[in-house]
């Protein structure tokens, strides 16, 4: 029987409870000396260490630099204490974290397969259950989340950011935006990172390379559906060169809130000139000189 009301709205206690953001980091200076500290936003703190305000001393010192350590802590006590600790180490026990760090944060960027579906739906569900990023409410199951995969592989791009022991670390897809046919120049893309990995250039990785297949396939524009408040994701979208076109004030209810929807686009050609149809299909040889540039190879 058909349902009598629409779903009921999420309430506030609906939101399953985050850790607060908390991270001891190292940092490799210009100088290749290590400085250790501890922040609750390491996007911002790794910006001041790098010429932003409110940098450390030793940084602005030493020629700023670069994460060479990051490790996401239970909260603000976890961290102090991590990075006490971290500053206490001898110099070569902080090389070797670092460098393990550095491999187990290999990241390879490649086109999803069927198989990734598992991982896809088990990061996007946690999304869904602590966030209002998504304006989903309950799970949805992998076959879904496999079927998405499959329309955005075949259509635009799905592509997954995995790191050395294989697990998924983000991924970033696009879909075509409508069905009607003169939409078909147009793509919405979207992105999410592993939640103990943002701040970490995944998403700029992931994105700059769906960016570039929706160029190299003859999209027109990439649109992006941000929830508002989403800070981080707008400041994402315009660090990729977004530009926000429209606000949709109180249009979804999660978690006990009305919230709203940014509508950020990003033209991939410019002109007015009659579109080329679109290659779903990209020439191997193209993707694959797409993706070496996403994992910093020289070709
Ligand atoms: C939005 C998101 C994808 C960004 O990915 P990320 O890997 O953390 O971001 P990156 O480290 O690649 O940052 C790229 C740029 O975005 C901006 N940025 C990212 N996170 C930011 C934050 N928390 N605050 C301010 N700026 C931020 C920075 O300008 C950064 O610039 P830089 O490359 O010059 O340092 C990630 O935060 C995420 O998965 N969020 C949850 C899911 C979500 O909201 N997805 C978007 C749905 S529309």
Not at 71 to 92: H, I, N, V, Y
Not at 175 to 182: F, G, K, N
Not at 251 to 275: I, N
Request: charged share 25%.
């Amino acid at each position: 029987m058909a349902a009598l009301t629409g779903p009921a709205p999420s309430a506030a206690d609906d939101c399953l409870p985050v850790d607060p953001p908390a991270w001891v980091y190292m940092l490799r200076c210009a100088d290749g000396s290590l400085y250790s500290g501890w922040t609750n936003d390491l996007a911002r703190r790794l910006h001041a260490h790098n010429g932003g305000s409110h940098g450390a001393r030793y940084t602005r010192a030493h020629g700023g630099g670069t994460l060479a350590y990051a490790r996401r802590c239970t909260g603000k006590s976890d961290a102090m204490r991590r990075e006490a600790a971290l500053k206490k180490l001898p110099k070569a026990e902080k090389e070797a974290l670092a460098a393990a760090w550095a491999v187990e944060n290999k990241i390879t960027i490649r086109p999803a397969a069927p198989e990734d579906a598992e991982a896809v739906n088990a990061l996007y569900c946690w999304y869904v259950d602590h966030s209002t990023a998504t304006y989903q409410y309950g799970h949805p199951t992998v076959e879904e989340s496999r079927a998405d995969l499959c329309l955005a592989l075949e259509k635009a791009a799905f592509l997954v950011a995995v790191d050395g022991a294989g697990k998924l670390a983000g991924y970033a897809c696009a879909h075509p935006w409508h069905t009607r046919e003169a939409f078909s120049w147009d793509a919405e893309t979207t992105v999410y990172c592993d939640p103990h990995r943002l701040s970490l250039g995944v998403g700029r990785r992931l994105y700059t390379a769906v960016l570039e297949i929706l160029r190299a396939k003859g999209y027109w524009n990439a649109i992006a559906l941000v929830a508002d408040p989403n800070p981080a994701s707008a400041a994402f979208h315009r660090a990729m060169g977004y530009t926000r076109y429209g606000r949709e004030p109180r249009t979804g209810y999660k978690f006990g809130q009305w919230l709203g929807l940014d509508y950020w686009v990003l033209p991939l050609r410019e002109g007015t000139a009659a579109p080329e149809p679109v290659r779903y299909a990209l020439p191997q040889k193209e993707l694959e000189a797409i993706l070496a540039r996403a994992n910093g190879e020289r070709r």
